[in-house]
């Protein structure tokens, strides 16, 4: 994880401070925004379609977007970055070939595209979740770590694996730095490590009570015709009024029509009927939802319906 070794003065003011860099991700953040808003306006059914692979066609955008303007075709800068007169440049100084920009993205972009993605219960509960958390927690907080401690330089783990450094748009010639901190290549170490072995942990905690309530809800709900995805969560939440419980599901739904509440009431029952201890809670409420999440973008149209138990349960004798 070393730079290339150099004896010589890092010459600090080259290189992008913080501020310009985050300013510069912010600019192309929503540059990129806009363009998942526009497909959105003329395309939304679509990629409500596209589900959970939606995140997946973001990625490919912002891939796109970054690989191909942070490389040598767009003298290493994106829109935001010219504003800001900043570059990602190579140890020779010169702008990255395509396929290192583009690697370069990859490892900063995927702990964002995976995070969040509509993963089913089987993937979460398969060796599959501790690749997922690999990449998501160890690859993406250890980027945030180098990108806040590696000073002066700001190289982060996706600089990292290109040898790129970011720097001042006026700068020539070859880059000399020093080699990043053991300390650093330390607390990526660990990083790295405590977020591969997390899952062995929380596998574990979802076979115990009331997770594994939580998770038999969560299937029973995501096999219901017209649900996508689903989400179920139990709390609690703090008023004047005092302490109140409340399970919580939340459906995404293949058709627009979130004012179903028959729908409702049917998802409210199979999580109580799930969760044994559904009936201690003090409201059931359930969210109905449709819509698209690409990563750079997302829309929903949305309804939620809140009731205690007793009420559920009248609703549908009523309807009987």
């Known amino acids: 994880m070393n730079d290339r070794v150099n004896t010589e003065k890092v010459d600090a003011p080259i290189f992008a401070g913080a501020w310009r860099r985050l300013g510069a991700f912010a600019i192309d953040g929503v540059l990129l925004g806009l363009v998942g808003i526009g497909a959105g306006y003329f395309l939304f059914d679509t990629l409500v ?3 959970g692979w939606g995140r997946l066609l973001g990625f490919v955008v912002a891939l796109a977007y970054f690989g191909t303007l942070n490389s040598r075709i767009g003298n ?9 007169k900043i570059k990602v440049a190579g140890d020779d100084g010169a702008a990255l070939p395509l396929h290192k920009a583009a690697l370069r993205f990859a490892v900063l972009g995927t702990p964002w595209f995976l995070n969040g993605a ?6 979460l509960l398969s060796p ?11 690859v993406g907080l250890s980027i945030i770590y180098l990108f806040l401690f590696n000073r002066p330089t700001r190289k ?22 020093s080699p990043i901190g053991r300390a650093h290549a330390v607390v990526v170490t660990v ?32 096999a219901e015709p017209g649900v996508v995805y689903a989400t179920v969560n139990k709390g609690w939440s703090s008023s004047v009024a005092g302490t109140s419980t409340y399970l919580s599901v939340l459906a995404y739904l293949a058709d627009p029509r979130v004012d179903d509440a028959a729908k409702a009431g049917r998802l409210a029952r ?5 969760d044994a201890s559904g009936m201690q ?15 750079i973008a997302s829309a929903y149209r949305s309804q939620s319906y809140g009731h205690t138990p007793a009420e559920w349960n009248e609703a549908s004798a009523a309807k009987e």
Do not use: C, N
């Open 49 to 51: 379609d596209i589900g």
């Open 76 to 84: 290493g800068q994106t829109l935001g970055k010219r504003l800001l």
């Open 118 to 123: 509509w993963f089913s219960a089987e993937v």
């Open 128 to 138: 599959l979740i501790y690749l997922l958390a690999l990449a998501v927690f160890g």
């Open 156 to 177: 982060s783990l996706h600089d990292l694996a290109v040898s790129s450094y970011v720097v001042r748009s006026e700068s020539v010639g070859s880059i000399a730095a």
């Open 191 to 222: 990083l790295l490590v405590a977020a591969a072995a997390a899952p062995f942990f929380t596998m574990r905690l979802a076979e115990r009570e009331p997770f594994a309530a939580l998770l038999e809800a969560y299937r029973a709900i995501s």
């Open 270 to 274: 199979l999580a109580m009927q799930a």
């Open 281 to 295: 809670v003090d409201v059931v409420q359930v969210t109905l939802v449709y819509g698209y999440d690409i990563g």
